[in-house]
């Protein structure tokens, strides 16, 4: 049987050669012949076990096909270069590398690539970081995964066998019983105590032939150009060494004499400052510490506020941003903009004129008649008074039953009528200043009005003035369910706006319509606390300023227009230009907010110019200025043109800062306004008093 086993194995060893030489001589790519070395390599050692096993019962069959495996697994292996384990180098200079098993030379692989082409490979090639240059053929070889592993074992210092465990049990090869007789008791050599005498016959010659001339050193190797990165490096004493971004930590300062456990007597502090020196900050003391004498250094004591100092010193490590600020050389002055000079803006007011006097409280509104020859203020005092404004005469006073909040005159010139809120109540005042006919068609207008067939019910309480109140100008009286807090008119003079800043209530905003004494509430829900509002000069828009938001509604299509971010945490007051396209707002953090409603719905430019909250802001009518009034007792007047052209952006600069107000009880200037035709600005204050500055 076995006999019979190893003829079959023979014959079958013989077919595998003759396919093998066959296919060899077939293939012409290297690629393919290196393919069929590695699948004729495994498949040999599967015949190894065959023919080691009827080795020992038919040696004579089994021998002869044993010689042709051998042959044939000897030819299946991919040996191609047979110099041996020699360094490469020697053949650096030949165009061959080495020999195959015919002795015939095995010439370098074409390698024609520069640093760029190098750089390329490494960037497109995916497998460029596991491909090596094998020395021995000068091919490429990619690592298998199985290699790649092998290697990263090594860096890491592990074994390189995955299965072999290096924390096996030691075997005890000795046991812990001490015997009698050592293992060994060989002594040891002559020769392992004198240094070797053929190693020193060796050195010897040497030297002599270095001596002779017989041995020369090696030349040293031709140095190639080098390559590198040149940002990876910078000189700090070059050029680019500026564009370096990282500075390095200060190093602490080095101990001196008053650190020291035995200081000189100067270094000591007398009492007096030491009392000083604990009544410092912490941060404005001059040293740390109090310096301490002691008799040895055996006697200082540990320092209390070691461990402190070490963690300030980590933090400051960590968390100081160390990084050199590129600085431009620029003059200053080239980075403010260039402004025309105030002088060129005018005219302007610059001078206090005229005083008008006589409220013995804060005047917290005024208003100008639309021919500009009569001021109305409202006073906490309880009183509203009329002013002649070319003599600062006050020509009728008219009291009411609480601290006035807010005065308005009515801007049509042919209406005569003031609205004068206190409390919960809006009156509708006929002062009978100028024409006397424009005062008859004002009280014409009112008493014109027929009630309609069918009475609804109303938000506010209309009813006429009469006896008294009616000899002093009272017309109709507005009972409001809340305070209010600010009355504004229409362009057209028949509508009224009235405020009552309520957080809790949809009920903040309501429209009265003088003529046909209708009021309504143009809100379902207020979003936020209501502070002011103002009809648009032009188009049909209503503007409603809340704490932190101005709202634009379309009172024709009923609906949210735009809403302007003033980006301000308090508004106080708001105001419209003449033209309709630009309002500027006024808030408690002392800032003004000018908008371009055609530009953005974020402040076009913010002014901070006072040092206190804003009370009122202003715009004229005519002339490009504007004005806002502050706690800290000054009105600033700043030129703002507006173009025709909508690319270019309005001019704003300030000209002029005009004081006069006294600060009462922390308040200075409450309210501001323009001369409807003079370049001239009124001004009311906390000390009771009206400004007029020309």
Not at 271 to 278: K, P, Q
Not at 296 to 319: G, K, M, Q, T, W
Not at 488 to 495: A, F, L, R, S, V
């Amino acid at each position: 049987l076995y006999l019979l086993y190893s003829i079959l194995l023979l014959i079958f060893n013989l077919i595998c050669f003759i396919l093998y030489v066959c296919i060899w001589f077939c293939i012409s790519r290297q690629k393919q012949k290196k393919l069929l070395h590695t699948g004729m390599s495994k498949f040999t050692l599967i015949l190894t076990s065959l023919n080691l096993q009827v080795l020992d019962k038919c040696k004579i069959f089994s021998s002869v096909s044993l010689l042709v495996f051998i042959t044939f697994s000897v030819r299946s292996q991919d040996i191609r270069n047979t110099v041996g384990n020699i360094p490469m180098e020697w053949y650096k200079d030949y165009p061959h590398i080495g020999y195959d098993l015919d002795g015939k030379k095995l010439f370098k692989p074409i390698r024609n690539k520069d640093e760029l082409d190098e750089f390329l490979d490494k960037m497109e090639n995916p497998d460029y970081w596991r491909t090596v240059q094998d020395k021995m053929t000068g091919a490429d070889i990619r690592l298998s995964d199985e290699q790649v592993d092998l290697v990263h074992r090594l860096q890491q210092g592990k074994f390189g066998d995955v299965n072999f465990n290096e924390y096996e049990p030691a075997i005890d090869f000795f046991s812990n019983e001490v015997m009698i007789h050592p293992v060994t008791n060989r002594p040891q050599d002559k020769r392992s105590f004198i240094p070797s005498l053929i190693e020193k016959e060796k050195v010897g010659k040497l030297v002599h032939a270095i001596k002779m001339g017989w041995i020369k050193p090696r030349r040293p190797k031709e140095t190639t150009p080098q390559y590198y990165d040149l940002w990876a490096k910078e000189d700090p004493n070059s050029i680019l060494g500026r564009h370096k971004m990282h500075v390095p930590a200060p190093k602490m300062k080095l101990p001196g004499h008053e650190e020291s456990y035995n200081p000189p007597p100067e270094y000591l502090m007398s009492e007096e400052e030491r009392l000083a020196w604990e009544q410092q900050d912490p941060e404005d003391r001059k040293l740390s510490f109090l310096p301490q004498k002691f008799a040895c250094l055996r006697a200082v004591p540990a320092y209390s506020r070691f461990i402190h100092e070490r963690f300030e010193r980590c933090l400051d490590l960590y968390l100081c941003p160390r990084q050199r600020k590129m600085r431009v050389n620029v003059n200053p002055e080239d980075l403010i903009p260039k402004l025309p000079k105030p002088k060129d803006l005018q005219p302007f007011p610059t001078t206090q004129s005229l005083v008008y006097r006589g409220h013995s409280s804060l005047v917290r509104s005024i208003s100008v008649s639309p021919s500009g020859q009569w001021l109305v203020s409202g006073s906490d005092d309880c009183t509203v008074r009329f002013w002649e404004v070319s003599t600062a005469r006050c020509l009728k006073t008219v009291e009411v039953g609480g601290a006035v909040k807010g005065v308005a005159w009515n801007p049509n010139p042919s209406i005569c009528l003031v609205a004068v809120s206190y409390d919960d109540t809006v009156v509708l005042l006929n002062p009978g200043l100028g024409d006397r006919l424009v005062c008859t068609a004002s009280d014409q207008l009112i008493s014109s009005y027929e009630e309609p067939e069918e009475v609804k019910d109303q938000l506010v309480q209309w009813a006429v003035a009469e006896g008294e109140g009616h000899e002093q100008g009272h017309r109709l009286i507005l009972k409001h369910p809340k305070a209010v807090r600010q009355v504004t008119w229409h362009g057209k003079g028949d509508y009224l706006a009235c405020v009552m800043p309520d957080n809790g209530s949809s009920l903040q905003v309501v429209i009265h319509q003088v003529s046909k004494r209708r009021t309504q509430n143009p809100f379902r829900k207020n979003k936020g606390l209501v502070q002011c509002v103002s009809f648009h000069p032009i188009r049909p828009y209503f503007f409603v300023a809340t704490q932190r938001y101005v709202r634009v509604y379309n009172l024709i299509k009923q609906e949210l227009t735009k809403k302007l971010m003033a980006n301000c945490k308090w508004i106080s007051s708001m105001a419209i230009h003449p033209g309709g396209d630009n309002v500027i707002c006024g808030s408690y953090d002392c800032r003004l907010a000018w908008f371009d409603l055609d530009l953005s719905t974020k402040p076009y430019k913010v002014l901070r110019h006072h040092k206190k909250a804003l009370r009122s802001v202003a715009y004229h009518r005519h002339y490009p200025l504007f004005a806002s009034g502050s706690d800290d007792g000054s009105v600033i007047v700043c030129h703002g043109m507006v173009y025709n052209d909508l690319l270019q952006n309005p001019l704003i600069v300030p000209v002029k800062v005009l004081k006069g107000h006294t600060i009462t009880h922390d308040l200075g200037v409450l309210d501001v306004t323009f001369h409807p035709t003079q370049p001239w600005v009124f001004s009311s204050g906390s000390d009771g008093t009206v400004r007029l500055f020309t």
